[in-house]
Nanobody, 123 residues
């Protein structure tokens, strides 16, 4: 499966962005989807994940209450709505797909990765 992330950009602190990740290829299978991010000089970290049905979601503590992950399986797309953005949210955001049924928080649990989209939050 191929993943294409989009929606990044430059926003002021307190603003909002919505990231999208469109899947193509073997989309007939069921995939859990996740978002990760990597800031300059830091390791890639988990942000949010969602099960195939959308009934299960997980978030890292720093984004709880501000970010919402969702998906539209008819469109083969997963979204990350980011509100109340902070400068520390600045990073390249990657979407990933997992062929398993788990909603993983570790990058090695994911089988496919998109190219990343830059999010920059100015103070």
């Amino acid at each position: 499966v191929q993943l294409q992330a989009s929606g990044g950009g430059l926003v002021q602190a307190g603003g909002s962005l919505r990231l999208s990740c469109a899947a193509s290829g073997r989309t007939s299978r069921s995939y859990a989807m996740g978002w990760f991010r990597q800031a300059p000089g830091k390791e890639r970290e988990f942000v949010a994940a969602i099960s195939w049905s959308g009934g299960s979601t997980r978030y890292t503590d720093s984004v709880k209450g501000r970010f919402t992950i969702s998906r539209d399986n008819a469109k083969n797309t997963v979204y990350l709505q980011m509100n109340s953005l902070k400068p520390e949210d600045t990073a390249v955001y990657y979407c990933a797909a997992d062929e398993g049924v788990r909603v993983g928080v570790r990058d090695y649990e994911y089988d496919y990765w998109g190219q990343g989209t830059q999010v920059t939050v100015s103070s």
